[in-house]
């Protein structure tokens, strides 16, 4: 029997857990906080997962809360004038083919560590540091390291090759709520662009205590959005969010306004640089570590791909795994391995920079065409579950102008 370690407990490690039991591994997780310190800590994330992703754990058999979250059935986009007051200058929604979720992250991963004790997992609450992964990379076949932005992810080196930022570009701020008015028509993700203040998204969740909305903010560092710059109380975060959109976006605040915590732990604000690393960290005793996920490829999550990506990566290394049968999984294998997830993770990241500049006036047609054009709005809001799907035309002038042409030729013409 082989026996693999799993160092974070998350997104992609814990349903790479589950796919490697099914098949006989012996499994070892290693968590830095206990299921309770999870549950009971601050939010993590806004979390939101697309239909392919979500495919992925319903093959795994752990999609435990597909009948209590409230589904992602489209995403709406609005350009808002950055003056104050004033109105939208883009606007549109459409449908996902297949409807997305976001199940907090405090309810799920507790639930998918006992899950995984339970089928025999071997689950071991520590902080991992190097002399931590010399013991499992001795007493392992294989030590994957999926920590996420945990600070022994920092151990891989980042690869300048295929980073584009060492600093922030966004101030996050996370505001987990009841009593949020639901979007006419469905349920959805909604996105407003603010042009040089920032972004703002609400998205449809589900929490401890129930359905809930969740208030994300990414500022432009040292910006009107930027909530991370003052340590503020969970009360006084949701009347700064409140006054932010009666200034900015009065539409979103027509149905904030009687929206309410969620919890004192349904904050969050702060702040990190996208990133990719190198996938193989070598350890003083010169054996590897494999990074998976957040731990190599971090994306600001202003594209929402952050747990899909995750999950799609989980998915690639536990075939990988389960294709390598009884062979040693060197280094060579860790590298062919990434770079088949690379295959994919590259168009996520090239897209997620790309939404953190400020756009190209062929991608303002785009968008603006999306008003009149619904296949051009589809074609956008589903490129949140398929990200490749969105090129060339999204990054290329020529591209996008002749993909319009095709959409509005192909689907009547609206409004
Ligand atoms: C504000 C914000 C909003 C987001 N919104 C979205 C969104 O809407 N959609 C989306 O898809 N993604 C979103 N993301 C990103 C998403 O949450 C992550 O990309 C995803 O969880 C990554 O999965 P992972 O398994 O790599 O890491 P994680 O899920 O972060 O798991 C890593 C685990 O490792 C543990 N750990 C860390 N260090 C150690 C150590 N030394 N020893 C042992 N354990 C350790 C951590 O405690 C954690 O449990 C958001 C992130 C943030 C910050």
């Not at 004790?117 to 991992?128: D, H, L, N």
């Not at 891989?156 to 006419?184: C, I, M, W």
């Not at 002038?397 to 002749?402: I, K, R």
């Amino acid at each position: 029997m082989r026996r693999i370690a799993i160092v974070g407990a998350g997104q992609a490690g814990l349903p790479l857990a589950f796919g490697l039991l099914d098949h006989g591994y012996e499994v070892t997780v290693v968590s830095d906080r206990t299921p309770d310190e999870i549950r009971n800590g601050k939010v993590l994330s806004s979390q939101c997962m697309f239909g392919a992703a979500l495919q992925i754990e319903r093959d795994l058999g752990v999609n435990d809360w597909d009948d209590v979250c409230p589904s992602v059935e489209g995403i709406s986009f609005t350009l808002q004038s950055p003056e104050p007051g004033g109105g939208p200058l883009i606007d549109w929604k459409a449908r996902l083919d297949r409807p997305g979720q976001s199940v907090d992250q405090r309810i799920k991963m507790p639930a998918w560590l006992a899950k995984l004790e339970a089928r025999g997992a071997r689950v071991s609450i520590q902080k991992a540091g190097v002399a931590e992964l010399e013991a499992l990379a001795k007493s392992h076949d294989l030590v994957v390291l999926s920590a996420g932005r945990g600070e022994v992810a920092q151990l891989l080196e980042r690869d300048a090759s295929r980073a584009s930022f060492d600093t922030p570009q966004r101030a996050l701020s996370l505001t987990y709520v009841h009593g949020l008015k639901e979007a006419n028509d469905y349920a959805r993700v909604s996105f407003n662009a603010v042009p040089g203040v920032g972004e703002y998204f609400v998205i449809p969740a589900l929490t401890l205590s129930g359905p809930c909305h969740i208030m994300f903010f990414e500022g432009i560092p040292q910006g009107p959005f930027d909530l991370s710059r003052d340590a503020l109380s969970p009360s006084e975060q949701l009347d700064a969010v409140r006054r932010l959109l009666r200034t900015y976006l009065p539409r979103e605040y027509d149905r904030a306004k009687r929206a309410e915590l969620t919890d004192a732990q349904g904050v969050l604000a702060g702040a990190f640089a996208p990133v990719v690393r190198k996938p193989v960290l070598s350890l003083p005793s010169g054996r590897a570590v494999f990074g998976l996920a957040d731990a190599v490829v971090v994306n600001d999550p202003i594209s929402g791909q952050g747990s899909s990506s995750a999950a799609k990566a989980c998915k690639v290394y536990l075939d990988a795994i389960l294709a390598r049968g009884d062979q040693p999984f060197t280094r060579d294998w860790m590298e062919q391995t990434f770079e088949q997830y690379w295959s994919y993770a590259q168009f996520v990241v090239q897209w997620t920079n790309s939404l953190l500049m400020p756009p190209p006036a062929y991608r303002v047609q785009l968008l603006d065409a999306a008003t009149r054009t619904p296949a051009v709005a589809s074609a956008i809001v589903n490129g949140f579950d398929d990200p490749p799907a969105l090129f060339p035309w999204w990054e290329d002038e020529h591209a996008c102008e002749q993909f319009i042409t095709q959409r509005q030729a192909a689907v009547p013409v609206t409004g």
